[in-house]
């Protein structure tokens, strides 16, 4: 990585709600790899759902008890884990935060899938009702304790609606014009109102909206992160021993594209581009993204400070063009397969990432690092680009 003070949060308590998911285990190792006491709350739901769905990560996860235990004999140190529902159990949830008094909470806590959300009346009330409970769970837990610890969110690029209308999407404020009693214009800077595309993203809006709320009444630190999909699937930390392997979704409810494109490149079967393809997404790799909240833990948000907002990519691509890129590389195949989603396609999506890169943040380049990804996710898998695994369906 750029980060140039891996020490910044030695000694500081790091609690992360939904550790034990593919972006939230590799902060956890990260974290404590550069000396912070770090605490993991995950309930299980996103292993109980894949149960429930009949998939699973095609990398080798262990159970959350293992795989800490695993990074206490490589790395030495200790990471306490909790299995609370954030929310269900507020009790739970205030009992770990009065026993942890964390410095910093990183919440990757929610149901993250957009056709999740979107496949069925219980998809979108599980993801509702998990979600909004779960972010507001936590700012009740934060007042009720006066406890005062700078809060990071991850929320998604997709708060603010891929429609754009050729407009630079701000780091979430709109700075807006309109004219006063008196006639005379005034400025004011709001919210960006969003329109999301999925209720999954409507769900990181609403967290938004409540974010807003508890920083301007309650003083609560909040930084808000609208990241774009993630791709790649080992980090420095969880290629130490295979049991910290972090996972890898493929299947079409939550494997995201670029990780999608890869494993059918890898066995030798046509990229799914969906719809005409032309639709534009951020993108972000997994270490990079592992930059990012370094960066923004190093940069607290003050008290009284209103929620800050940053848009967490890389770069942005539309789909043709990633599968281009994939396609160049490994040969596979490209096809083109009705949308099974509702959504806009060809976009324009342009994003101000400014404050990253005031921070210092200088990401990798899909192209830099791409033919590596594939290669390490080849080998880690036992494949080769010449047909499936006979474990993988
Ligand atoms: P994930 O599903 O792998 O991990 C989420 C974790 O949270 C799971 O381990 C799950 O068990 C846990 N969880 C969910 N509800 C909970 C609850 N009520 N109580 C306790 N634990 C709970 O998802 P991920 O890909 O790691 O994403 C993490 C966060 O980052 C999400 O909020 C997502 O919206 C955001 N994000 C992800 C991506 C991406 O491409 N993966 C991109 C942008 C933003
Ligand atoms: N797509 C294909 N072919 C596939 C799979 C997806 O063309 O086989 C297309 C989709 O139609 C969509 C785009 O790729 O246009 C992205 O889909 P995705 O499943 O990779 O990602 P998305 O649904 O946007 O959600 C993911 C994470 C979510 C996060 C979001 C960031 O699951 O948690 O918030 O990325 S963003 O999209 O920037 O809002």
Same mark, same amino acid.
């Given at each position: ?18 550790? &034990? ?17 770090? *605490? ?18 095609? /990398? ?5 008890? !293992?795989? $800490? ?26 009992? $770990? ?5 964390? &410095? @910093? ?23 509702? !009702? ?98 774009? *999909? ?6 420095? #930390?969880?290629?130490? &021993? ?8 493929? !299947? ?20 799914? $581009? ?16 592992? /930059? ?6 190093? /940069? ?8 800050? @907002? ?15 890129? @994939? ?6 195949? *490209? ?26 943040? *200088? ?7 791409? #033919? /590596? ?21």
């Amino acid at each position: 990585g750029n980060f140039e003070s891996p020490r910044l949060a030695a000694g500081q308590t790091v609690l992360i709600l939904g550790g &034990d998911g593919f972006c939230g285990w590799p902060t956890a190792l990260r974290f404590s790899s550069m000396g912070a006491q770090v *605490v993991i709350l995950d309930n299980g739901a996103r292993r109980e759902t894949d149960r429930n769905l009949g998939v699973a990560s095609l /990398t080798p996860i262990q159970s959350l008890h !293992d795989r $800490v235990e695993a990074w206490t004999a490589v790395e030495g140190s200790v990471i306490r884990t909790h299995n609370v529902d954030l929310a269900e159990n507020y009790a739970g949830l205030l009992r $770990v935060l009065l026993e942890t008094r964390p &410095d @910093i909470i990183i919440h990757f806590a929610e149901q993250r899938s957009a056709p999740y959300s979107m496949r069925s009346s219980e998809g979108a009330r599980y993801t509702v !009702d998990n979600n909004i409970r779960a972010t507001h769970n936590l700012l009740a837990a934060l007042v009720e304790t006066r406890l005062d610890p700078h809060l990071m969110h991850l929320g998604t690029i997709g708060v603010y609606g891929y429609a754009t209308a050729g407009l630079q999407l701000p780091e979430g404020y709109l700075k807006v014009k309109a004219l006063g009693a008196d006639g005379r214009e005034v400025g004011k800077e709001i919210l960006y109102p969003g329109q999301p595309d999925s209720l999954y993203h409507m769900t990181k809006m609403l967290d938004q909206h409540l974010f807003e709320f508890y920083a301007r009444y309650h003083g609560v630190r909040i930084t808000d992160l609208h990241q774009g *999909v993630v791709w790649g699937t080992q980090t420095a #930390e969880t290629c130490r &021993d295979l049991r910290l392997v972090n996972r890898f979704d493929h !299947d079409a409810i939550y494997g995201t594209v670029t990780n999608r494109f890869i494993l059918q490149a890898l066995e030798g079967r046509p990229l799914t $581009v969906y719809g005409s393809g032309s639709q534009t997404r951020g993108f972000i790799h997994i270490e990079d993204m592992l /930059t990012c909240l370094t960066l923004a833990a190093a /940069t607290p948000t003050k008290r009284g400070e209103r929620v800050r @907002i940053l848009n967490q990519i890389a770069e942005t691509s539309s789909i043709n063009a990633l599968a281009g890129r @994939i396609s160049r590389i490994t040969g596979a195949e *490209v096809v083109h397969l009705d949308n099974p989603r509702r959504e806009p396609e060809g976009n324009e999506f342009e994003v101000d990432n400014g404050t990253f890169h005031d921070l210092g943040f *200088v990401a990798h380049r899909f192209d830099e690092i791409l #033919e /590596t990804e594939i290669a390490q996710l080849g080998e880690l898998l036992g494949l080769d680009g010449t047909g499936p695994r006979s474990s993988v369906a």
